[in-house]
């Protein structure tokens, strides 16, 4: 596809429409049998996957962070794909554990975990990342009360950040992790109680464009993970290294050099080795799996015209997909790619329109004065790179408007 508003993504157009999973979005929305909906490639992840696996090097496992898209088929689907699973609640747990994917390739991660939860993970038998000391007296206690030693490692708020990272997620004061100064206390206690020491998580940001801050990111991160596991209680045999690995969404930004990330990494590979002779080593990733894969479909109930600007008022909106309207985290409100999906080329000139969803407040906007005025009411729009943090990242009951629909095609 060629369209200078797009970025280059894996869909084809034939006919003028689009084809989604080798289907026409047209016949799609039949088979969905309404708008809204949310329909993922399930080829599209499965390359995204291989593309991965071709980079990096074979040492390094590759987990898929469910928080980015928990589609229980989706998940299913990438069972067979990745490495293992990481998940931010026990109901993502509950998800991955359902399929065949094994407890001991889980891990959970997130801040204030409560007892009843640990509990849960200590006897799933999942790795659980400890957050703090306090977490860790009371995994070790549910794991003596239940006659299993819970699998822990301590994920570390590291002494540096990750440079030009969408979301910042480490470095200065975080409610993430353990900081990193005060790991080797914690691991002097851990030493006294009956758990399992993993080893060490380090997740640093979210949504990074830029190989050289990840380069030096993943630089700090076994430099730091050298260090604390001289006071560990015992090998380290899990090193997560965090991910970070972005997406372009805007005009103007440019993919991720994955080549020079895998490059750096087979670079690193022969001292890791030494270094941490037990142990495995991931990169925990979502967006940059699932995310350029997905699709929001929605339809023009109606074409309006107010004072010379066109209107695309749609069946969905902000309730569906919070982050294409721009209140999930951006400063400045930037289009997502957008398209007619039953359009793509206008005939003529393309004219500007604005896509509006049926909320009643003006931050339901899907896009902001882009090539889409062609549309007529009856078509479909569709916003591109919505495979992560869509559905599940949005407020569905604000305003109380229908669900929007999934699909894996
Ligand atoms: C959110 C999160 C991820 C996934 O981040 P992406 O930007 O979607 O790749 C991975 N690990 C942890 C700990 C997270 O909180």
Redo the contacts with the bound molecule.
Sequence with gaps: MNLSHLPDTGFAVADNCLQIGGMPLTRLAERAGATPFYAYDRQLVSERVAKLRAALPAEIHLHY?I??NPMPALVQHLAGLVDGF?V?SVGEMKTVLDSAMPAEKVSL??PGKTAAQLRQAAAAGIVV?LESEREMELIAQAGAELGVRPKVTV?VNPDFELKSS??K?SGGPKQ?GVDAERVPAMLARMKELPVEFYGF?I?C???NLRAEAIIEAQRNTFALARRLAEDAPGPVRLLNL?????IPYFPGEQVLDLAAVGAHLHGLMPQARQDFPEAEFVI??????V?EAGVYVSRVIERKESRGQIFLITDGGLHHHLAASGNFGQVIRKNYPALVGNRVSPEGDATLATVVGPLCTPLDTLADKMPLGHAQEGDLIVVMQSG??GLTASPAAFLSHPAARELLV
């Design positions: 962070a928080k980015a990481d931010a991660a997130g990342n994920r969408g979301m997620m993430f998580h997740f940001g979210s949504q965090g991910g970070g690995f972005g925990e990733l979502g967006r940059y799996i995310g992560a943090y």
